[in-house]
Every structure is written in structure tokens, then in C-alpha cells.
């Protein structure tokens, strides 16, 4: 009976604190608004453009790395395409 109800309790601890350090997109996001006329949504850095945002819309910035020395910020991309994406960090307001 100790040991059943032991190891009920270790997996307890084991999902209580996975979930502590799990955080979600949601809560790791700030909305921003993209500062130039236009910007291509890239795949990864410096790679393929699969969206395109205008000067007004917006990208909820997650993160950022930087590039052969430029800076880019990964988030989801608001615009006709709504999709997660790389874009140069210097066109967010």
C-alpha cells in the first residue's frame, strides 16, 4: 500500500512540475506593429519569404537570433496569410 500510494505521489510532483516550467505561446508573446511600408515574413532567417506584412499590422514578437550580424524576430505574422514566421527585428515598432 506505501509504495502505490509513493509512487502516485512522485508522479504527481513529476507532472506538477513539468507543468510549472512549460509556459505557453500565448503568455511569451507582446504584440507589435511592424514600422516599415512593407517586410517579408521569412521561414527562418534570412530565408524563404512566405507572407508579407504592410506598414500598420501586426506580429506577435516571441523571440529573437541573430544572423549572419543582423538581428530577427520570430512570431506569428497578422495579414492575409496568418502564419509564424522570421522577419528583420528592425521593422517592429
Not at 15 to 23: F, S, W
Not at 72 to 92: D, S
Request: hydrophobic letters at 45%; one cysteine or more.
Amino acid at each position: 500500500m506505501k509504495t502505490r500510494a509513493a509512487t502516485a505521489a512522485g508522479a504527481l510532483l513529476a507532472t506538477a512540475g513539468l507543468l510549472a516550467t512549460t509556459a505557453s505561446p500565448a503568455e511569451a508573446v507582446t504584440r507589435r506593429t511592424i514600422c516599415a511600408q512593407s517586410v517579408w515574413v521569412r521561414d527562418a532567417p534570412a530565408g524563404h519569404a512566405i507572407a508579407i506584412l504592410y506598414n500598420g499590422e501586426s506580429f506577435d514578437y516571441d523571440h529573437s537570433a541573430y544572423h549572419n550580424g543582423y538581428q530577427w524576430a520570430y512570431g506569428f505574422a497578422y495579414g492575409g496569410e496568418n502564419v509564424w514566421g522570421w522577419l528583420p527585428y528592425e521593422y517592429l515598432c
